[in-house]
């Protein structure tokens, strides 16, 4: 398997631009999360599904942020407006089981907005 | 909810000594403590995890120690190489469960003097 695979590798924006963020997880897998990761913060996580359901959003920062799973192989991050405070790496990862397996971390989106 | 805290944050070692990270954690009901390693650049990716029911687990130049009294556990790398300079994270979770999320730390950069 050719792992987790995210676009854009690399994207930089102006404020107030819509900014998508793609990923397809590994074959096989049924729990999806998005990560956020900057020096402030660390590594945060946004938000999972399970089968393709989103389980907990509780650490999306804020409605401006959304993310979809319509199949088991795609999911998106989208920000609309995007603010300068939103420039960071962008992981998806995905895992067989929750809570206690592997989980696989795409090379991340390293977005800067301007 | 959990919380995992992580230091030190930064950390110096001489070529060949070892280092140790440390890492507690908050719920008594978690079971479950990966460590991933992130070179720079690049991707967090699990390097080892224990389970609550052992006390200790190795491989090779690494190992993690688990104390359950004392909710805290800790990384071991010994003679440190060039290649082991990296951010390094602890998390937590209470184990197989679609609503159990692996709970990071803050991470430790750490630095391997030639």
């Known amino acids: 398997d050719a792992g987790v695979i995210q676009s854009p590798r690399h994207e930089v924006t102006e404020m107030g631009q819509e900014v998508t963020l793609r990923c397809k997880p590994i074959s096989g897998h049924d729990y999806l999360f998005w990560y956020r990761q900057t020096m402030m913060r660390g590594l945060e996580l946004l938000i999972y599904f399970n089968n393709n359901v989103p389980i907990d959003d509780s650490g999306m920062p804020e409605d401006r942020f959304s993310a979809k799973m319509p199949n088991a192989s795609f999911s998106t991050l989208k920000i609309q407006p995007s603010e300068p405070r939103d420039s960071a790496v962008y992981f998806c990862a995905s895992s067989f089981l929750q809570g206690a397996d592997t989980i696989y971390f795409g090379e991340g989106s390293w977005l800067t907005v301007v | 909810g959990e919380n995992v805290e992580q230091h030190p944050s930064t950390l110096s070692v001489q070529e060949g000594d070892s280092a140790v990270i440390k890492c507690t954690y908050s719920?008594?009901?978690?079971?479950?403590f990966p460590w991933y390693k992130q070179e720079l650049g690049k991707r967090p990716q699990l390097i080892i995890d224990?389970?609550?029911?052992?006390g200790e687990k190795k491989d090779q130049r690494i190992a993690v120690t688990l104390n359950k009294t004392a909710k805290h556990f800790s990384l071991h790398i010994t003679e440190t190489q060039p290649e082991d300079s990296a951010v390094y994270f602890c998390?937590?979770?209470?184990?197989?469960?679609?609503?159990?999320?692996?709970?990071f730390g803050s991470g430790t950069r750490l630095s391997i003097r030639p």
């Open positions: 719920d008594s009901a978690s079971n479950y």
């Open positions: 998390a937590a979770s209470k184990g197989y469960s679609s609503a159990s999320k692996i709970i």
């Open positions: 224990i389970r609550s029911n052992v």
